[in-house]
């Protein structure tokens, strides 16, 4: 199972992101699973930042990114997506992506079975 993260960059404080996720495996199968996006930051613990269940219908944001980000996803391209607008240089992080076995959203990272690499992303004030 692979998940390939993209999208990360360097950009100024109030400008956009848009990150990528794609997921392939022969034993992965991407509607099955609840899409989560992380981040961390040098020095601290990886954060939830957003999650979206195995269909689209529900998402869930942490406080210090709501309104400002967005998750979706496209089942036929096995691919997540983290659109960041407004961005604050205290979103400076590597981002990753991790999917979990869909049955109850969580937003522990214990919880997730699967992990990408991570792309950096850094927001200069």
């Known amino acids: 199972v692979q998940l390939q993260a993209s999208g990360g960059g360097l950009v100024q404080a109030g400008g956009s992101l848009r990150l990528s996720c794609v997921t392939s495996?022969?034993?992965?199968?991407?509607?099955?699973?609840?899409m989560g996006w992380f981040r961390q930051a040098p020095g601290k613990e990886r954060e939830f930042v957003a999650i979206i269940s195995w269909s689209g219908g529900t998402t869930y944001y942490a406080v210090s990114v709501k309104g400002r980000f967005t998750i979706s996803r496209d089942n036929a391209a096995n691919t997540v997506y983290l659109q960041m607008n407004s961005l604050k240089p205290e979103d400076t992080a590597v981002y990753y992506c991790?999917?979990?076995?869909?049955?109850?959203?969580?937003?522990?990272?214990?919880?997730?079975?699967?992990w990408g690499q991570g792309t950096q992303v850094t927001v200069s004030s």
């Open positions: 991790a999917a979990q076995p869909s049955v109850v959203l969580t937003t522990t990272p214990r919880e997730y079975n699967y």
């Open positions: 495996g022969r034993t992965f199968t991407f509607s099955n699973y609840n």
